[in-house]
């Protein structure tokens, strides 16, 4: 063989060599040096990286398996399924042995007279829980060798004391300007109340009761009770007004209907004369002593007397019914005013009532919030000096286990962090302090449960 030739073939057996080194260092220990892949144990949700290559001796060539060489997710169930390779079980297995479990089932479905070299990387772990006392409980990414403390962190560290204090403070200001409206619009629903029982007993002023007579100094209930006045004196107005056009109206047809009565006997008069002359006519028209178109000319007065006389008549019966009509208008007028001021008032009493209820328990509100404020503060006073309880929830094969944490013990991924803070109960305070009719007072006991430490 040359010299030449059997140069090269060595280079290249040496470059296969340092590939293949390369290869199974890499499998061994990702670009994240601070996790030792042997060491850690794939699970659901890990993202890894798989490269594979094979040394082909006929071609002295070095082959990649490009179809393979991407990124896996391991599934729910625990498994990676790979082209040419199939689904091999992941969980539980370090990066190097799912390398080496990928290079043999690929030697053994592709028939290849040698296993390839293969490498998984790790490139996205699976997230890690928080929940408890802390800012921002949820879900993570994790980070390598993530420590308690730094987890706590990532977080936004512990949830302060101040804010259940801060939401007592508002609860508070809330309940105090509650309590308020709830008085105002009282004071408004009994105004109303007095103005409409004076409208519905056709009173000549309002009678407020004692409870708003009293507050006459204040200008909100002063300005509210000449309102009210106001509104009454616009009504009984309005309505006096409409009833007075309807009587003027009907004063107006009964001087019409004397005057129809009138014209009537006028009428009659006119006819009966007419009558008389006509049969004086009539008499002399047959004795051939008068002539005939006198007569006619009597008879056709007589028929338009007679004419006007049925329509005076048919305008007396008019007006008389016109006159009927104002009464049942001024009539309907007064009952459709009592019934809504009826109505009104119906609904303003439903309304006090229901007010009642909402002030009731605004003020029982307000009162538990002016009460439970001073106990969490003494209650977080003597927890200031409590330290967090820290617990990792983890599981191992299939089975959870909760183990006690500092904070600098080591998280891993898939676990779940939990804080809690304890708070004393503050018995002094439940003692002297029974709180408002109707309630019991408050009381928080601090559930602590043995767990192992984190070994």
Not at 102 to 109: C, Y
């Amino acid at each position: 063989m040359p010299a030449g030739v059997l140069s090269k073939r060595i280079r290249r057996c040496i470059g296969l060599f340092a590939l293949s080194a390369a290869l199974s260092v890499f499998a061994v220990c990702g670009p994240i040096a601070a996790i030792a892949n042997d060491e850690y144990l794939l699970g659901p949700q890990d993202k890894v990286r798989v490269k594979i290559y094979e040394w082909r001796a006929s071609r002295d060539v070095i082959f990649e398996w490009k179809a393979l060489n991407d990124t896996f997710t391991v599934s729910a169930g625990g498994t990676l399924s790979l082209p040419f390779v199939g689904a091999i079980p992941a969980a539980g297995l370090t990066p190097n042995s799912l390398a080496y479990a990928i290079g043999d089932n690929l030697k053994r479905n592709m028939g290849l007279g040698r296993r390839p070299d293969a490498a998984v990387e790790v490139i996205q772990y699976r997230p890690f829980y928080i929940v408890g006392h802390v800012m921002q409980p949820g879900e993570f990414p994790y980070r390598p060798e993530l420590t308690v403390l730094q987890a706590l962190s990532i977080a936004g560290g512990l949830r302060t004391r101040e804010e259940s204090i801060a939401r007592f403070e508002r609860e508070m200001i809330q309940g105090r300007g509650d309590v308020s409206l709830l008085g105002l619009e009282n004071i408004n629903l009994l105004a109303r109340k007095a103005r409409l029982e004076a409208e519905l007993k056709h009173a000549n002023k309002i009678e407020f009761p004692g409870s708003l007579i009293s507050r006459q100094d204040d200008r909100a209930v002063t300005l509210l009770m000449e309102q009210e006045r106001s509104i009454f004196q616009a009504r009984r107005e309005g309505l006096e007004t409409q009833i007075r056009a309807l009587e003027n109206l009907r004063a107006f047809l009964e001087k019409e209907l004397i005057s129809l009565d009138k014209q009537l006997v006028f009428h009659d008069r006119q006819i009966a004369l007419i009558q008389k002359e006509l049969g004086d006519v009539s008499s002399l028209v047959s004795k051939g002593l008068a002539a005939a178109p006198r007569e006619m000319s009597l008879e056709r007065a007589l028929a338009q007397y007679q004419s006007e006389r049925l329509a005076g008549e048919t305008s007396l019966l008019r007006t008389r019914q016109e006159i009927s009509k104002t009464e049942i208008s001024i009539l309907e007028l007064r009952n459709r005013y009592v019934n809504e001021v009826t109505a009104t008032l119906r609904l303003t009493q439903a309304e006090l009532d229901a007010l009642g209820r909402k002030a009731e328990t605004a003020i029982e509100l307000l009162h538990e919030s002016e009460i439970s404020a001073p106990r969490l503060l003494a209650r977080q006073a003597r927890a200031a000096k409590a330290e967090p309880i820290y617990t990792i929830v983890r599981t191992t094969n299939g089975h959870s286990e909760e183990l006690r944490a500092g904070e600098s013990n080591v998280v891993k991924p898939g676990d779940t962090l939990k804080v809690e803070i304890p708070m004393p109960v503050l018995e002094d305070f439940e003692a002297t302090d029974p709180g408002p009719p109707g309630t019991t007072a408050l009381s928080i006991a601090p559930t602590t449960s043995r767990v192992p430490n984190v070994r």
